[in-house]
């Protein structure tokens, strides 16, 4: 991994949670997903104050750790329009219902829960923002993206493309016709392009579309 990235794996289902250092001292974060505590210990570390908050998605075990993040510096909190339900502070019902879906039972959210704070930035396809571009994957949820460096040769894909395997799509809002999609897209990238996932090792196009 280039020196300007950073990763740390967090909570209780292992979500890579990825700093991206921007310059100035300044970082992104890409899915605080849990352990607010080890992240902003980790930017003190690296003498970075969070600039963004990055969510590739809304589900819980990716976004956990925003509501003590957001103080931290005051980032602003990115995620795609048709996912931003899961933030704010009337998203606790739909994160039960999730989970529940996810696991059989939502008992372990009122564990980890803080209220969210809302988006501060609504992301579309072909944004930009920062040094990434936002393609949109629909699929695994219906906002769901990746965060695309293009001059680092980096993408961030969140649980829509793992090494070995894809996201799962039977969680509400969840398309297994629209995740094909998404991975007929990914596919058509340059084999070489680096891919960063949600969860488990980093790994590239080429290798997962062979």
Not at 87 to 99: A, E, Q, R, T
Not at 161 to 170: E, H, N, P, V
Not at 175 to 199: Q, W, Y
Request: charged share 20%; with cysteine; hydrophobic share 40%.
């Amino acid at each position: 991994m280039p020196k300007k990235f950073t990763k740390l794996i967090v909570g209780p289902l292992s979500t890579n949670c990825w700093i991206y250092h921007t310059g100035q001292g300044e970082a992104a974060v890409i899915d605080p997903g849990d352990e607010a505590d080890k992240i902003i210990f980790t930017l003190k570390k690296l003498n970075l104050a969070p600039k963004y908050i990055l969510l590739t998605h809304g589900h819980f075990d990716h976004i956990g750790a925003v509501p003590e993040l957001s103080l931290a510096g005051k980032p602003q909190i990115a995620i795609h329009r048709l996912d931003a339900c899961n933030l704010g502070i009337d998203s606790y019902n739909i994160h039960k219902n999730s989970v529940k879906a996810a696991f059989g039972d939502a008992s372990f959210l009122d564990v980890y829960w803080n209220d969210m704070p809302p988006a501060d930035i609504l992301l579309e396809e072909g944004d930009s923002l920062g040094p990434f571009t936002i393609v949109h994957l629909p699929g695994h949820t219906p906002g769901s993206v990746a965060f695309w460096d293009k001059e680092q040769n980096m993408l961030f894909t969140g649980d829509t493309l793992f090494a070995g395997g894809i996201g799962r799509t039977d969680l509400p809002g969840g398309s297994e016709k629209d995740i094909i999609s998404s991975l007929n897209r990914l596919f058509a990238m340059p084999p070489n392009t680096i891919v960063c996932p949600g969860h488990g090792s980093e790994t590239t196009i080429g290798r997962e579309k062979y």
